[in-house]
C-alpha cells in the first residue's frame, strides 16, 4: 500500500529539477537550555536542506527518561501528505512524508515534540537514526541524511519550572482543492480523491468524505477511492484539527447532465410546484 503511496505522488509531482550536490540534516531546537521536572518540554524538529527533497523520513529517539509522556504537534508542517504520521512507540517517534513539488532550505519545520515524565538533574538526549530523503531531482534518488543530537537538562530543583503557555488553536485548517485523478496502473484504474491542507495551530487530526448530499461523513486517508466512479454526487471533504475547528472543500460532480445537483434542484422545483397547487386548490374550493 505504502509503495503505491509512493508512486502516486510521484505522478502527482513534477519531477524535473536537476541534481545537485546533497547536502541536508535534522536538528532539534528548544526555546530554553534548562527545564524544571514538571514542565512542557517543547522541542521542535527541523531540517536543513542544501537541494529540493520529496521524501522524508526518519525515526527520532528520546531517550534519558524512565517513562516519557509525549505527545506529537504537526500543525504547519512542511510535509503536506504523510505516509506514516509521527506516531509514539516507547521511547521512539517514527515518521515518513511525502511534498509535491519538494521544499528546500534552512529550518524547515516538520513537528514539534511535547515531553514529560522527566525527574529532577536528568538529561533528555533527543536523536535521529536511520534519516533519509528522495531528491526532487526526476528519479527520487535517496541519500542517507545526519543529525544532530540535542541534549536537554533537567534541573536539580524540583521546584524550578519555566513557564509553558498551551497555545490556543481558533483557526480552521487551511483552504484547500481535492482533485479527482485516474491513472490504468493505480487502483485498478479507478477515480481517486487527493487532498491535504495545513494547519498553522496544532495539526491536522483526520479527514472525513461524504460523496453526495443526503451521504455520511466517513474518516478516510488520502487517496481516497471514490464510491462514485460516474463522477455523478457532489463530494465533501472535511478537514479536522486536532482542536476540533473544521474546513470542509467541495467538488462539484464533473459529468454535468442531469447530475445530482440538477436532481437535487429539480425535485425542490417540483415539490414547491405541487405544494402550490394543493394551496391554490384549498383556497379556491
Known amino acids: 500500500m505504502k509503495k503505491i503511496i509512493y ?6 509531482s513534477f519531477l524535473n529539477i536537476p541534481l545537485s550536490v546533497f547536502a541536508a540534516g535534522f536538528f532539534f531546537e528548544t526555546n530554553h537550555a534548562l ?3 514538571n514542565d512542557t518540554v517543547v522541542v521542535d524538529v527541523l531540517l536543513d536542506s542544501e537541494d529540493i527533497v520529496n521524501t522524508i523520513s526518519g525515526t527520532i529517539q528520546v531517550e534519558g527518561i524512565e517513562d516519557p509522556k509525549i505527545s506529537i504537534n504537526t500543525g504547519n508542517s512542511s510535509i503536506l501528505f504523510w505516509v506514516d504520521k509521527p506516531e509514539v512507540q516507547g521511547n521512539s517517534i517514527y515518521f515518513s512524508g511525502i511534498t509535491p513539488g519538494g521544499i528546500q532550505g534552512s529550518a524547515l519545520f516538520l513537528f514539534s515534540l511535547e515531553i514529560r515524565g522527566q525527574n529532577p538533574d536528568d538529561e533528555l538526549r533527543i536523536s535521529t537514526e536511520g534519516g533519509s530523503v528522495l531528491l526532487h531531482d526526476g528519479i527520487g534518488t535517496e541519500n542517507k541524511i545526519n543529525s544532530i ?3 536537554i537538562y533537567i534541573s536539580e530543583d524540583g521546584n524550578f519550572s519555566q513557564e509553558y503557555i ?3 488553536d481558533t483557526e480552521k485548517p487551511e483552504d484547500f482543492t481535492p482533485i479527482i485523478t485516474q491513472d490504468e496502473n493505480l487502483y485498478d484504474g479507478r477515480n481517486v480523491l487527493v487532498f491535504a491542507t495545513q494547519d ?6 483526520r479527514y472525513e468524505v461524504k460523496e453526495g448530499y443526503f451521504g455520511s461523513f466517513q474518516e478516510v486517508q488520502s487517496p481516497y477511492v471514490l464510491k462514485d466512479q460516474k ?3 457532489t463530494i465533501f471533504v472535511k478537514a479536522v484539527d486536532v482542536a476540533g475547528n473544521e474546513r470542509i472543500s467541495v467538488v462539484h460532480p464533473q459529468e454535468k447532465i442531469f447530475d445530482e445537483n440538477f436532481i437535487l434542484i429539480f425535485s425542490i422545483l417540483i415539490v414547491v410546484i405541487v405544494s402550490g397547487v394543493v394551496v391554490y386548490r384549498k383556497k379556491h374550493q
Open 166 to 168: 498551551v497555545p490556543k
Open 231 to 233: 463522477l455523478f454526487k
Open 35 to 37: 527545564y524544571g521536572s
Open 200 to 205: 498553522k495551530g496544532v495539526g491536522i487530526l
Open 7 to 12: 508512486i502516486f505522488i510521484f505522478l502527482y
Open 149 to 151: 543530537d540535542k541534549k
